[in-house]
């Protein structure tokens, strides 16, 4: 391991060590991890320069030194040692893998690393609310239809992509003139003008059930632009309703599948979520396919139509012919 990979974890780790060690020595620090009381003084520099977003005063990390000891006053959020989540660690998993993948890449073997790590630890876990099989499924599907992407990215080519829109629930046929690839939150997607939609258009890779690359060159307007994704891939639009749900262990894929804000980690596993949606019926499919696994706490209208919908299918199950195996 490279100095600058071997740091990282050190740094990360650092923090809620010496929380927990308030006035440790620093060479008692130093020998727990590994290193040289001087290594480990230039670690304490390097975290002087870290904090939250801004970076001025009460921003940054903050280090009280008394003698040959050190005790952290600020910890500027980082006051326990990283842990993944199985869905955390299943998206960064996909994540890295898309970069190993990508052209360019300067140390593709420590992105190899961190992956094995990923694995193994994941591996020893066994979180609530992963499914293991469909990630499997889903993520050979998503490399292969990535490299088809890249392929036509530099090559220069259009694209005929089948893609399944999930907020109308449809599956449509597009040509589209790819732009870039992009990850947002460990989320695969493809940029491209529409000719269909006649505009720039973000497709989600895990959508996109069937692509092939076009003899014809890619050609995006002048006018057409990138996306601005600072603030995220979805934006709320001005009147468009949320959801307030309660997933089940079985049903947290829904909050990484959908753009979802998380709210609590409720008891046994259970997550409550909010969820913007434009479609009412689409919204009400979505419980209904989730069976007992997801609850609507709000808004009361969508867990009327839920229940009124239900009731509407057991009433007409109660109408179907009863056959006997042989």
């Given at each position: 391991?490279?100095?600058a990979?071997?740091?990282?974890p050190?740094?990360?780790?650092?923090?809620?060590?010496?929380?927990?060690?308030?006035?440790?020595?620093?060479?008692?620090?130093?020998?727990?991890?590994?290193?040289t009381?001087?290594?480990?003084?230039?670690?304490?520099?390097?975290?002087?320069?870290?904090?939250?977003?801004?970076?001025?005063?009460?921003?940054?990390?903050?280090?009280?030194?008394?003698g040959?000891?050190?005790?952290?006053?600020?910890?500027?959020?980082?006051?326990?040692?990283?842990?993944?989540?199985?869905?955390?660690?299943?998206?960064?998993?996909?994540?890295?893998?898309a970069?190993?993948?990508?052209?360019?890449?300067?140390?593709?073997?420590?992105?190899?690393?961190?992956?094995?790590?990923?694995?193994?630890?994941?591996?020893?876990?066994?979180?609530?609310?992963?499914?293991?099989?469909?990630?499997?499924?889903?993520?050979?599907?998503?490399?292969?239809?990535?490299?088809?992407?890249q392929?036509?990215?530099?090559?220069?080519?259009?694209?005929?992509?089948?893609?399944?829109?999930?907020?109308?629930?449809?599956i449509?046929?597009?040509?589209?003139?790819?732009?870039?690839?992009?990850?947002?939150?460990?989320?695969?997607?493809?940029?491209?003008?529409?000719?269909?939609?006649?505009?720039?258009?973000?497709?989600?890779?895990?959508?996109?059930?069937?692509?092939?690359?076009?003899?014809?060159p890619?050609?995006?307007?002048?006018?057409?632009?990138?996306?601005?994704?600072?603030?995220?891939?979805?934006?709320?639009?001005?009147?468009?309703?949320?959801?307030?749900?309660?997933?089940?262990p079985?049903?947290?894929?829904?909050?990484?599948?959908?753009?979802?804000?998380?709210?609590?980690?409720?008891?046994?596993?259970?997550?409550?979520?909010?969820?913007?949606?434009?479609?009412?019926?689409?919204?009400?499919?979505?419980?209904?396919?989730?069976?007992?696994?997801?609850?609507?706490e709000?808004?009361?209208?969508?867990?009327?139509?839920?229940?009124?919908?239900?009731?509407?299918?057991?009433?007409?199950?109660?109408?179907?012919?009863?056959?006997?195996?042989?």
């Amino acid at each position: 391991m490279s100095a600058a990979t071997g740091r990282m974890p050190r740094l990360l780790a650092l923090v809620p060590y010496l929380l927990a060690r308030p006035g440790v020595r620093i060479e008692d620090a130093a020998r727990d991890f590994g290193v040289t009381a001087r290594q480990l003084r230039r670690d304490l520099e390097l975290l002087w320069m870290c904090g939250l977003p801004g970076y001025g005063p009460g921003d940054l990390i903050d280090l009280s030194f008394e003698g040959d000891t050190v005790t952290v006053t600020f910890d500027a959020g980082m006051n326990r040692p990283l842990r993944l989540t199985g869905g955390e660690a299943t998206a960064l998993l996909v994540a890295l893998r898309a970069v190993a993948e990508t052209p360019g890449v300067v140390d593709t073997e420590a992105v190899h690393r961190a992956i094995a790590k990923i694995e193994a630890a994941a591996g020893q876990a066994q979180p609530s609310g992963v499914v293991v099989g469909l990630a499997v499924r889903e993520g050979e599907r998503t490399a292969a239809t990535r490299r088809v992407v890249q392929n036509a990215l530099r090559a220069g080519r259009a694209l005929r992509i089948r893609y399944y829109t999930a907020s109308r629930d449809q599956i449509t046929e597009r040509t589209v003139d790819p732009m870039r690839l992009l990850i947002v939150q460990a989320v695969g997607y493809l940029e491209a003008w529409c000719r269909r939609a006649e505009g720039v258009r973000l497709f989600r890779l895990d959508r996109i059930d069937e692509v092939e690359v076009l003899g014809e060159p890619a050609a995006p307007p002048p006018a057409a632009r990138p996306t601005d994704i600072s603030d995220g891939v979805f934006r709320a639009r001005p009147g468009q309703a949320e959801a307030e749900l309660v997933l089940e262990p079985d049903a947290r894929w829904v909050a990484e599948y959908y753009p979802c804000q998380e709210l609590d980690e409720l008891d046994g596993g259970r997550l409550r979520v909010r969820m913007r949606y434009g479609d009412e019926s689409w919204m009400v499919r979505l419980v209904m396919g989730l069976g007992g696994d997801a609850r609507v706490e709000n808004p009361p209208g969508l867990a009327e139509a839920v229940r009124s919908r239900a009731a509407a299918a057991l009433e007409r199950a109660r109408h179907l012919p009863v056959t006997l195996g042989q």
